[in-house]
């Protein structure tokens, strides 16, 4: 008899967030590009390797990359997307903000570096202030961005340059 039907599906998928306009995406790791489909960015995927989460499975991705918008929008609007097409997500009243950052997935720390990033990816060299105003936009506090700005260093994540402008180590 021949070997058919159904397969377990491992293609390994990259789930990254778009660092312009926030909003994550799936693209199998395979792939060259990916445009973003809320703000037309063109994702070079191989550069996507060290921000993504490798996902094995295009459903699983799927459920994945939900999980993580559900996050996001909740972060950001305090409610959950309108998936009104799958019929099956309603809009969330919870306002515990901190429940997002205590989540395995995403610390308080790692939105931080995602912000930095996002900045990174925009403007290559940067003033400390436009760090501030940005984290503090995402709801990070003052003393917090001041933290995280000397873990950084610590960590050799950032640099800065002797305009005392701010870059990501590469
Ligand atoms: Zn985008």
């Known amino acids: 008899m021949k070997e058919r ?16 306009c926030n909003n994550y995406s799936l693209v199998k790791t395979t792939q060259k590009r990916k ?5 037309g960015h063109f994702h070079i995927v191989t550069q996507l390797e060290s921000t993504s989460e490798v996902i094995k499975g295009a459903t699983a991705a799927r459920k994945r990359l939900i999980e993580l918008q559900n ?22 009243n919870s306002s515990n903000f901190d429940n997002i950052y205590s989540n395995k997935e995403l610390t308080k720390y790692d939105f931080f570096k995602m912000v930095l990033r996002k900045l990174d990816q925009r403007f290559k060299r940067f003033p400390e202030h436009v760090i501030y105003m940005l984290a503090e936009d995402h709801g990070i506090s003052k003393e917090k961005v001041k933290r995280f700005i000397d873990i950084c260093f610590r960590e050799g994540f950032l640099k800065k340059t002797q305009e005392d402008l701010f870059y990501i180590q590469k």
């Open 5 to 20: 039907g159904w397969k377990k599906d491992v293609t390994p998928y990259f789930v990254f967030c778009c660092f312009k």
């Open 35 to 39: 445009k973003c489909l809320r703000c």
């Open 71 to 92: 996050s996001l929008s909740l972060k950001e609007t305090g409610r959950l997307p309108d998936f009104s097409a799958d019929g099956d997500y309603s809009i969330s």
